[in-house]
């Protein structure tokens, strides 16, 4: 294995931090949040957001949180809970859990290496990603995996989303309901909510990838819904609230991504 990142979390699990930057020059192949969508104002989105809509906790239970092990994988747990959050707002409400280890096979070259976000995304669009029940946390080759991962997985894809440039677009995906894939940067802040259930943000480039949906204000401050790959054992089932302080550093390093919509078979549009 390479040398990523990796700590030792607050219940003595080892976590490898897998997300890693994109080389430099990197130019996203999707098209823009900014260049595609109307911007809201501040006042726009903390209307939405005072109206305390639900967020990623309220919508789905700790029935879907992952837990990526020991493995650097969390690109593609990042990705198989922003695809899951997606099929339930396009209204696909059958709560199929989708493996985050199938989609790391497909982007981590045969090694534990780690991965960048486009990598998740792009490997969404042209896989999809299998179910977690056939392809499990410890699969993360596709020698391990069963025959029929691929087939699966072809029924759940992706196929539309966009690369986030500022802070407004993500504040502004994140009040529209997007989930939205980051990279955040996970040291002993990150680990520790306080009584509000906020983390406050750890210095660095960004290690690991999550997804968010929904935001509330909280204690006047806007706090995004951020769910983890580290079992429910993890701030409150899996879940935490962060601040634009823990996305600020990391946004320069990394490509965030807001996902539109999924193409599953059999299901219209």
Known sequence: MSEIEQIIDECGEVRRLGSLMPPAGFVSAFNTFESEKPLWDDNDIRKVLSKNLPTCRDIFGPEWVHDQKSHGSCNGYAGAGALQAARWMRGIRDKLKLSGAYLYSKINGGADNGSALEDGLRAVQQYGIAPADLVTWDMIYPREQPKTANEEAAKHKGFKCYAVQTKQGFRTAVAAGFPVIVAVHAGANFQR???????KA???RG???????GAK????TECYDLQNSWNTRFGTDGRVYATWDSFEQTFGNHTVYAVASTDDAGVDR
């Open 193 to 199: 909510p306080n009584s509000a259930g906020i983390v």
């Open 202 to 204: 750890d210095n660095g």
């Open 207 to 213: 290690n690991h990838a999550v997804f968010v949906l």
């Open 217 to 220: 204000i909280i204690n006047g």
